[in-house]
């Protein structure tokens, strides 16, 4: 009899690119921004079980997929007091902290094509920076399937 296995690696879904945004636009200003720089068609998915925001892109041409998520959510606690409202911060990815918005890529992104996509993103003045994130520095990468 025949023993199948399966190695763990060969599941790994680390085929995309993952870009980084630093920038104090809300989530629906800076998908906006990139539609008219980028050419895309940013749209908010309301039905995934995300409680982060998620926009979602096809692009036909280059048989990719675009993901635009928050790294950061702001939510308010009521705690007993008259005055005692707390805010409370939660990280997709939390070794990413000064991160605030990511785009992945899923697809075959050629290096062109991204650095042509990344100098497009910095030229909005709206955003402080742009660059790729090294998905090897990353603890939990596995948040990032959707």
Not at 11 to 32: R, V
Not at 60 to 70: E, Q, S, T
Not at 113 to 138: F, G, M, R
């Amino acid at each position: 009899m025949q023993v199948y296995s399966i190695d763990i690696n060969e599941l790994s879904d680390d085929n995309f690119t993952l870009i980084g945004i630093h920038s104090t636009l809300k989530d629906y200003q800076l998908a906006y921004l990139l539609n008219r720089e980028l050419h895309t068609l940013f749209k908010r998915d309301f039905n995934n079980n995300l409680s982060f925001p998620l926009y979602e892109y096809y692009n036909d041409k280059l048989d990719c997929d675009y993901f635009l998520i928050a790294n950061v959510i702001k939510s308010k606690s009521k705690s007993l007091g008259l005055f005692n409202e707390n805010e409370i911060i939660t990280y997709l990815i939390p070794e990413k902290k000064k991160i605030d918005y990511f785009i992945k890529l899923e697809g075959n992104i050629k290096d062109n094509y991204l650095i042509e996509t990344l100098h497009k993103i910095n030229q909005i003045p709206q955003i402080i920076t742009s660059y790729t994130v090294d998905l090897n520095t990353l603890k939990s990468k596995k948040k990032l399937i959707f």
